[in-house]
């Protein structure tokens, strides 16, 4: 008996155990079939634990046949991006510095779901330290985009989005510093969740840029994300930057209406950069909100425009002190031919960085560096402000906020990696609210031909993301919105 | 140019970083893009603006502040499980004073 499970949501693997029509152990073993059939063209996972996995889904079916209660999210198979530790497993961070390394203890954030029966099936591909916005920048190569093989599957947490949509987990999780869940969710065409900043604790994410850094579950559905998030969210004695803030039972607040709900549509979003197609798919969103009941309201956040700028001199100042850890004396890559300590430091340091880290501890180093302090990086944190500001002023006149994702759907590997600048401005619609600490999601919301494509039945159909803002903590009615358009969407 | 590749070398030796001629010219020409790209935010007044440097909500202080008692630390074995080199209960470098 072949099991397919590659379209299921939580849900479906309740079911068949509540039924016995599949144990955990079968579900995980489909899973890791799939995964062996899929990898190697997707390059989605750099570690799988499938034993570690069949044993975790061995003991969820002990306690079943045991009578027990099945816990929340009972041998549900999960892909957890290789940022975050599992202890004793390998964490590359999809790093040549850390490509031996194995976790000393789990992440926070996976200690829940695995307490909640979730099975981790591996460790996904992602950018190098999570810095990059298409995945190409891993030491262990790009993923591929599950949707068109050729595109790129959105960074940093590409792997963790493919994975998802390549029917390789049910669920995953990545890591959002300015955008790098909801992009590759919007280009791998599946939902992305970046949570209120402390919402999700930290402990055991490898750090980048700690003021702006988020875990955020990618799943099928919003329910599927709002099953986890209920399950992550929550104060963490382990980081003092975790919210202690109640956490509401997200799956049972998404039920509810959203008519009259007042929601912003910023037009410094639709402006230049914006692709056409695009657009006209967030047009066609934006009436389905309507057809909800929302009331569409023009918005301006006047600072949009000095978001990426702002957001690369804190977050690469943030990573440049994060990064100065990786030395070879603790952990990690040793250069082997250095004569002094200092030799070793720097010998390291080049033989196990990629590029695009050099460039960022580089540039953060200098915006901290004497004489450049107040004129780059005071400045940006000023700027912050006023990036936060704009949304606290629109949200008193509104309860969301709606956009697009990304500017484009996926493209192609290899098309900007020779300009960090044009690459950095992917992230444009997606940094202001990781600036704002505003939780934000990517819902699938159709899909549009490949750029420069003809038309034909063959073109490759490229999935479009339209993003979601809503108040500090306000995952529950975020959530709601989000699942009542991918409801009418799809009923569409 | 406003980065040179001087400054390129004098960044490299903060950050421990170690380029070579090529390298250092692509990340002056790099760095230069970047920052003049960032110069955007000189067009904003910020004299009566605070910095952000931290998202904050409002919570009592207890819950951010832990109280001051010792805890089980990670024990020794499992802090140099990952040592590149170690001995005596200690992690190996090259040596660091000339004599």
């Given at each position: 008996m072949?099991?397919d499970?590659?379209?299921?949501?939580?849900?479906?693997?309740r079911?068949?155990?509540?039924t016995?029509?599949?144990?955990?152990?079968?579900?995980?073993?489909?899973?890791?079939?799939?995964?062996?059939e899929?990898?190697?063209?997707?390059?989605?996972?750099?570690?799988?634990?499938?034993?570690?996995a069949?044993?975790?889904?061995?003991?969820v079916?002990?306690?079943?046949?045991?009578?027990?209660?099945?816990?929340?999210?009972?041998?549900?198979?999960?892909?957890?991006?290789?940022?975050?530790?599992?202890?004793g497993v390998?964490?590359?961070?999809?790093?040549?510095?850390?490509?031996?390394?194995?976790?000393?203890?789990?992440?926070?954030?996976?200690?829940?779901?695995?307490?909640?029966?979730?099975?981790v099936?591996?460790?996904?591909?992602?950018?190098?330290?999570?810095?990059?916005?298409?995945n190409?920048?891993?030491?262990?190569?790009?993923?591929?985009?599950?949707?068109?093989?050729?595109?790129?599957?959105?960074?940093?947490?590409?792997?963790s989005?493919?994975?998802?949509?390549a029917?390789?987990?049910?669920?995953?999780?990545?890591?959002?510093?300015?955008?790098?869940?909801?992009?590759?969710?919007?280009?791998?065409?599946?939902?992305?969740?970046m949570?209120?900043?402390?919402?999700?604790?930290?402990?055991?994410?490898?750090?980048?840029?700690?003021?702006?850094?988020?875990?955020?579950?990618?799943?099928?559905?919003?329910?599927?994300?709002?099953?986890?998030?209920?399950?992550?969210?929550?104060?963490?004695?382990?980081d003092?930057?975790?919210?202690?803030?109640?956490?509401?039972?997200?799956?049972?607040?998404?039920?509810?209406?959203?008519?009259?709900?007042r929601i912003?549509?910023?037009?410094?979003?639709?402006?230049?950069?914006?692709?056409?197609?695009?657009?006209?798919?967030?047009?066609?969103?934006?009436?389905?909100?309507?057809g909800l009941?929302?009331?569409?309201?023009?918005?301006?956040?006047?600072?949009?425009?000095?978001?990426?700028?702002?957001?690369?001199?804190?977050?690469?100042a943030?990573?440049?002190a994060?990064?100065?850890?990786?030395?070879?004396?603790?952990?990690?890559?040793?250069?082997q031919?250095?004569?002094?300590?200092?030799?070793?430091?720097?010998?390291?340091?080049?033989?196990?960085?990629?590029?695009?880290?050099?460039?960022?501890?580089?540039?953060?180093?200098?915006?901290?560096?004497a004489?450049?302090?107040?004129?780059?990086?005071?400045?940006?944190?000023?700027?912050?402000?006023?990036?936060?500001?704009?949304?606290?002023?629109?949200?008193?006149?509104?309860?969301?906020?709606?956009?697009?994702?990304?500017?484009?759907?996926a493209?192609?590997?290899?098309?900007?990696?020779?300009?960090?600048?044009?690459?950095?401005?992917?992230?444009i619609?997606?940094?202001?609210?990781?600036?704002?600490g505003?939780?934000?999601?990517?819902v699938?919301?159709?899909?549009?031909?490949?750029?420069?494509?003809?038309?034909?039945?063959?073109t490759?159909?490229?999935?479009?993301?339209?993003?979601?803002?809503?108040?500090?903590?306000?995952?529950?009615?975020?959530l709601?919105?989000?699942?009542?358009?991918?409801?009418?969407?799809?009923?569409? | 140019?406003?980065?040179?590749?001087?400054?390129?070398?004098?960044?490299?030796?903060?950050?421990?970083?170690?380029?070579?001629?090529?390298?250092?010219?692509?990340?002056?020409?790099?760095?230069?893009?970047?920052?003049?790209?960032?110069?955007?935010?000189?067009?904003?007044?910020?004299s009566?603006?605070?910095?952000?440097?931290?998202?904050?909500?409002?919570?009592?202080?207890?819950?951010?502040?832990?109280?001051?008692?010792?805890?089980?630390?990670?024990?020794?074995?499992?802090?140099l499980?990952?040592?590149p080199e170690?001995?005596a209960?200690?992690?190996?470098?090259?040596?660091?004073?000339?004599?």
């Amino acid at each position: 008996m072949s099991l397919d499970v590659s379209q299921w949501q939580i849900q479906d693997v309740r079911q068949a155990l509540a039924t016995k029509q599949a144990s955990a152990q079968e579900i995980c073993a489909a899973v890791l079939a799939r995964i062996q059939e899929q990898n190697a063209a997707t390059n989605a996972f750099l570690t799988i634990t499938g034993d570690r996995a069949l044993a975790r889904a061995a003991a969820v079916d002990r306690e079943i046949a045991a009578g027990k209660p099945l816990p929340r999210l009972a041998g549900v198979p999960i892909a957890v991006k290789d940022v975050i530790q599992i202890e004793g497993v390998r964490n590359t961070c999809a790093s040549q510095i850390l490509r031996n390394f194995i976790a000393p203890y789990t992440a926070t954030a996976v200690e829940r779901l695995e307490a909640a029966g979730a099975v981790v099936v591996g460790k996904t591909n992602c950018d190098e330290f999570a810095m990059g916005s298409s995945n190409e920048n891993s030491a262990f190569g790009p993923v591929h985009n599950p949707c068109d093989l050729e595109r790129v599957p959105g960074g940093s947490s590409g792997g963790s989005a493919a994975a998802v949509a390549a029917g390789m987990a049910v669920a995953s999780l990545g890591s959002d510093t300015g955008g790098s869940v909801r992009q590759p969710a919007s280009f791998c065409g599946v939902v992305g969740l970046m949570p209120t900043y402390g919402r999700i604790s930290r402990y055991g994410l490898v750090a980048y840029a700690s003021s702006l850094d988020h875990i955020g579950p990618f799943a099928r559905t919003v329910l599927d994300v709002a099953e986890l998030l209920s399950v992550m969210a929550g104060r963490d004695p382990l980081d003092s930057t975790s919210a202690a803030v109640s956490v509401p039972d997200y799956g049972k607040e998404l039920a509810g209406s959203v008519k009259g709900l007042r929601i912003g549509v910023p037009r410094e979003y639709f402006a230049e950069g914006l692709s056409a197609a695009v657009r006209g798919r967030i047009e066609a969103g934006l009436q389905v909100l309507r057809g909800l009941g929302c009331e569409i309201v023009d918005i301006t956040l006047p600072h949009t425009e000095y978001a990426v700028g702002c957001y690369y001199v804190i977050a690469t100042a943030e990573a440049s002190a994060n990064l100065a850890r990786y030395d070879g004396v603790r952990y990690g890559h040793r250069a082997q031919d250095a004569a002094t300590l200092s030799d070793m430091y720097r010998k390291t340091r080049r033989e196990g960085f990629g590029t695009e880290i050099k460039r960022r501890i580089m540039l953060g180093t200098y915006v901290l560096s004497a004489g450049y302090y107040d004129a780059y990086y005071l400045k940006a944190q000023k700027v912050r402000s006023l990036v936060a500001s704009d949304f606290s002023k629109a949200f008193e006149k509104v309860d969301a906020i709606v956009t697009p994702t990304a500017p484009t759907p996926a493209f192609r590997i290899g098309e900007k990696t020779a300009n960090p600048l044009e690459m950095y401005l992917s992230d444009i619609y997606t940094i202001t609210g990781s600036l704002a600490g505003i939780p934000g999601i990517s819902v699938p919301c159709g899909r549009v031909p490949a750029p420069g494509a003809t038309a034909s039945a063959s073109t490759p159909q490229l999935p479009v993301g339209m993003q979601v803002f809503a108040r500090h903590f306000d995952e529950a009615r975020l959530l709601r919105l989000a699942h009542q358009f991918e409801r009418a969407a799809v009923s569409d | 140019m406003k980065i040179t590749e001087q400054d390129v070398r004098y960044v490299a030796a903060l950050a421990n970083l170690e380029l070579d001629a090529q390298e250092t010219a692509r990340m002056a020409a790099d760095l230069d893009a970047i920052l003049a790209y960032v110069e955007k935010l000189d067009e904003l007044d910020t004299s009566a603006v605070q910095p952000m440097a931290q998202v904050l909500y409002d919570a009592p202080e207890e819950f951010t502040l832990r109280a001051d008692q010792d805890r089980p630390s990670f024990p020794q074995e499992q802090s140099l499980g990952n040592a590149p080199e170690r001995g005596a209960g200690h992690f190996k470098v090259p040596k660091v004073i000339e004599r």
